[in-house]
Nanobody
């Protein structure tokens, strides 16, 4: 079992930066793909980014490329999401997710992840 706890979400202005953290406990954290998803009110949960165990394979949804960066520190059991040049359309609850396995292939569907955090709210005002 893996427990995930996100932090770092807050209300910011457009153009600001935020760093989200996801602390994991339990077994298998360091061996699997980690991802960030987000869900805005009235919308489906959408893939934002993912990273494999080594950190060599990262993927981003088109709307955040060049602005967001995912990283992980396996020694600290933590994955990060650095978000720069935030826009009002980035407003959502951001969820951390952990897959049960490692792969260099893109895992973009929520069903591909076995564990989820409770989410952290990011609000970007214009």
């Amino acid at each position: 079992q893996v427990q995930l706890v996100e932090s770092g979400g807050e209300l910011v202005q457009a153009g600001d930066s935020l760093r989200l953290s996801c602390a994991a406990s339990g077994r298998t954290f360091s061996s699997g793909v980690m991802g960030w998803f987000r869900q805005a009110p009235g919308k489906e949960r959408e893939f934002v980014t993912s990273i494999n165990w080594s950190g060599r394979n990262t993927y981003y949804t088109e709307s955040v490329k060049g602005r967001f960066a995912i990283s992980r520190d396996n020694a600290k059991n933590t994955v990060y999401l650095q978000m720069n040049s935030l826009k009002p359309e980035d407003t959502a609850v951001y969820y951390c997710a952990a897959a049960n396995y490692d792969t260099g292939v893109l895992l973009s569907r929520p069903s591909m992840y076995a564990y989820w955090g409770q989410g952290t709210q990011v609000t970007v005002s214009s």
